[in-house]
Structures are given as C-alpha cells and as structure tokens.
C-alpha cells in the first residue's frame, strides 16, 4: 500500500474518523484490568490503537477521535505524548471519554450510542464522510480506496467485509452482496448450516470482485463503517445502541448501503488466545503482519532507549524490544518487551514479556533484595512458557510458570490462566522459587 502520509487530497479533508474505545475488555482480563482495552499493549512496543490511528494518518487522515470510558488514563497518557500535528495543521487525535451531563446521566450503551452522544461535537466539524472504527484489530488498510468506492458507487453507508471460512462465520456478522456489490442481507453469527449455504459468496461475485478464495466462503462484517454526514444523522435519531445488533439490518433495507471487500491480513484481537496468537505469529520469518512495511509506518510513541544489550543469550525467532538486557538466557518464540531484564540461566518460550514503564533505581533493587523480593524483571534460572507477563512485573530466580496439567481457567491471587495460557498481571510479584 503506497503511503498517503502528510497529503490531504479533496476527499481526505472530507472524512471525520472516529475510533471506538471497546467496553469493558471482559474476555481480555487481566490485560484490561487496569487499562482500556485500546490501551494493551502489542508486538513489544505498541500499543492496540496505533493501529487504526497509523492507518488513518496514512490514509491521509487527520482528524481522529477515540470514544472511550473504561479505564482511559493509560490510554489517555499514550495518544496524548504520541499523536501531535504541526500547530499549523487541522490534524488531531483526541480521546473523547464518556460523561455524565445535566442532559445525559447514561454511560455508552453501545457503539452507536457512543456516537449519538458525540454526535453534536462531530457536527461541529466540516466533513461529508464519519468513518467508524474499531480499536483492538491488527490489520493495514487504505481507507482512501475505501472513501473511494464509497464515492464511486454513491453508496449512503460503506461497510469493511472480508471473506471467512465456514467456522468463522458463525461468530460474526455475514452479509450478501448482489452483482453491484451493494449489501441484500445481514445476519448476526448464523450457526445452521441452510442459514450459512444461503449466505455463500456466489462465484459471480467472486470473479467480479476478485475474492481469492477457494471453497465455501463469506463476506464478514470488519466492524469498519463510513456514513455519509446526513445519513448518520437520520440513524441515530433513535434510541438503538448498536451498529452491527440495531443499525445496520435496519439500514440495508432502506439504504445504498454497500460492501467494501478487503482481502489482507486482519485479526480481531478480542480474547487473550487471539492476542496471544497475534503477537507470536510476528516472530515467525513471514510474519502474516508485516511491522517492517514502511511505505506505511505503524506510529507510536518515541521513547528515546538505548538499544537492547544482549549478554550471551541464545535466540531464535523472537521480538527484543528496544532498551533491554538479555544475560545468558535462552529467548525462542517469544517476544520481549521495552526495558526487559533477564536473568542468566532463564528460559523463556513461546511467551510475551509486555516489559516495564521504567527502569528500578539500584537503591530500590537493593532495597527489594533484602526484603526478598524480586528486582523488576525476569530473574535467573527460571523457566517460562505459554505465558504473557504484564508491565513491570517482578519474577524472581527459580521460578517455573507453565500451564501445563492446569484447567483452561483459573483465577489465582498472584495470576491468572485464560484460554490455556498463564498471564502474570501487571506490577505482579512471584516470588524466587516459586511454582505455577
């Protein structure tokens, strides 16, 4: 994809992007315990949002907000030192967190609700098209194509599809598309297999728009949307909550409402298993998500570390992170994050080490040493796998954590396990020789 970035054609300073924060996070706890979920972190120095927001400023987007309200500081501290435009510029990134108001004493209760509540701040802008995404998927793409089919096929409403095998379908939204790849039907999660074969992408549609798949697939909601200014206006004036529950089914039928099909990389990461899978498939020689593409960059924030210091250690396949020191450890599959230490003799595998906020002062290691509590860290001897280590955890030496003979859920008053994999939480202690 060719960078768009710092060039504002005639339809690019036409589009509002609004960013949708997520709620609770639920399914990635403990990750979201004390952050919101665009705030969890990824590949060792980024974080969820820089995603959508890096595609939006290579689209030539500049104007982005992010809807949120359960737990914004980490988020807000983030897009506030990362995201800053030339004074000169109409460019922003702005966290719009939900309030109570004399007039509104509600939460968001849902993703159009969110919106409908911003709704009079969005107006205040000039724009012709509001493009809606979603804050926790891993994937790039050129919305400037998308705003240009929009355009091309004077559609009312535009929705991101990509095409899915059969089991996937079932957990997501599918759509129908006629010869003019305008969108006939939606179903949310269709689980009968008559439902499913009534929904398959025809092989009309496959030759005409170029979907390159073999055997049965369909077209997936992204949860990617562009409205026209007027026609979210008229949407919203209702009290349903959701887009892909309410707003969109009504919609198809009394709309122009089409399909935009993207046929890349793209991953929901909305569970620990998939946030985990997501992470590690970047170690592997040919990642399915390319960091390194950089005819468009995936921003953040600069943080101006050293570059890491590898002592000895044995590596193979793994994301070392910038400001690290790697005694002799052995590091495979794994991906370790910013200001990590690790301890001689340790052996991490098939883990992601999330790393630290900052560096501990040697008074403060000492400090811990003679109380007995670990330095922040990975200390030595000790052996990981199958495990997500959260910000500025302390593992001491000899320490084994592994989820091995375990149930697929536990919840322990020093870590968890979701979906078979153990996750240390943020600001953990374990304690030297201890066994999990």
Not at 197 to 206: F, V
Not at 208 to 236: H, P, W
Not at 250 to 272: C, K, L, M, N, P
């Amino acid at each position: 994809m060719a960078s768009h970035t710092g060039r504002q054609s005639s339809n690019t300073s036409k589009v509002l992007c609004v960013i949708m924060g997520g709620g609770q996070g639920t399914r990635l706890f403990p990750l979201t315990k004390d952050r919101a979920k665009p705030a969890v972190p990824l590949a060792g120095k980024y974080r969820l949002v820089d995603i959508p927001i890096s595609n939006c400023i290579n689209s030539g987007f500049h104007r982005i907000y992010v809807l949120t309200q359960f737990n914004s500081t980490s988020l807000h501290g983030h897009i506030s030192r990362t995201y800053k435009f030339d004074h000169f510029s109409s460019g922003f990134v702005e966290i719009l967190a939900a309030q109570q108001t004399f007039n509104n004493t509600s939460w968001y209760e849902g993703t159009a609700d969110a919106v409908r509540k911003n709704l009079m701040h969005f107006l205040n802008h000039d724009f012709d098209q509001l493009l809606i995404l979603s804050g926790d998927q891993l994937y790039r793409m050129n919305f400037e194509q998308v705003i240009a089919q929009h355009l091309a096929t004077e559609a009312e409403i535009t929705i991101a599809t990509i095409p899915v095998g059969r089991n996937d379908a079932k957990a997501l939204g599918i759509m129908q598309i006629d010869d003019t790849n305008r969108i006939t039907r939606f179903v949310e999660k269709p689980k009968e297999d008559a439902a499913l074969d009534s929904l398959k992408i025809s092989d009309t549609a496959k030759k005409n728009f170029n979907i390159q798949t073999e055997g049965d697939s369909f077209l997936a909601s992204m949860g990617i949307y562009v409205f026209n200014r007027k026609v979210i206006c008229e949407l919203l004036d209702n009290p349903l909550s959701d887009f892909g529950k309410h707003i969109i089914p009504h919609a198809i039928t009394t709309r122009r409402v089409f399909s935009y099909v993207y046929q890349g990389y793209w991953e929901d990461i909305g569970t620990i298993r998939s946030f985990f899978e997501a992470n590690l498939d970047l170690v592997s020689e040919l990642p399915r998500f390319n960091f390194f593409d950089m005819s468009a960059p995936i921003f953040s924030r600069p943080r101006y570390l050293p570059g890491s210091k590898i002592n000895g250690a044995q590596i193979d396949h793994a994301v070392i992170s910038d400001g690290c020191i790697i005694n002799r450890a052995k590091i495979s599959t794994t991906i370790v994050g910013l200001r990590t230490i690790v301890g001689s003799g340790t052996d991490l595998h098939r883990t992601i080490v999330i790393g630290s906020d900052f560096y501990e002062s040697l008074e403060s290691v000492q400090r811990n040493e003679a109380e007995g509590i670990p330095r922040i860290g990975i200390g030595e001897n000790t052996h990981i796998e199958n495990a997500i280590i959260d910000k500025n955890a302390r593992i001491g030496n000899n320490v084994t954590i592994s989820p091995a003979g375990k149930p697929e859920n536990v919840d322990h008053e020093k870590y968890f396990i979701r979906d078979g994999i153990v996750v240390i939480p943020k600001d953990a202690i374990i304690p030297h020789g201890m066994v999990i």
